[in-house]
């Protein structure tokens, strides 16, 4: 049984850090791609960013780059988002997913899920 689970999440203020953790089991770590998602009240689901199987390549969305990066130690089976400067608009849940096949910022080319952690920035 594949089990992806986030941790980390909470109330902050603007311009505070967080720092986001999801910890796969059940597969076989490396040979995915792994991604962080966020969806806000109202909003669809969208990408924030993404690694490959190694950490060697990642992407970010444009709202986040340069305040976010992301992570992964391969020997813990855990994925990182460092969150630095956050913004009300960053408030939202967050979630950790896994990609056999390629890694990208689309959701739906994603194989499993987290329940996601709630971020939520206050001003």
Do not use: H
Request: aromatic share 12%; with cysteine; glycine share 12%.
């Amino acid at each position: 049984q594949v089990q992806v689970v986030e941790s980390g999440g909470g109330l902050v203020q603007a311009g505070g850090s967080l720092r986001l953790s999801c910890t796969a089991s059940g597969l076989t770590f490396d040979d995915y791609a792994m991604g962080w998602f966020r969806q806000a009240a109202g909003k669809e689901r969208e990408g924030v960013s993404c690694i490959d199987w190694s950490g060697g390549r990642t992407a970010y969305a444009d709202s986040v780059k340069g305040r976010f990066t992301i992570s992964r130690d391969n020997a813990k089976n855990t994925l990182y988002l460092q969150m630095n400067s956050l913004k009300p608009e960053d408030t939202a849940m967050y979630y950790c997913a896994a990609d056999f096949v390629r890694y990208g910022l689309e959701p739906e080319n994603y194989n499993y899920w987290g329940q996601g952690t709630q971020v939520t920035v206050s001003s």
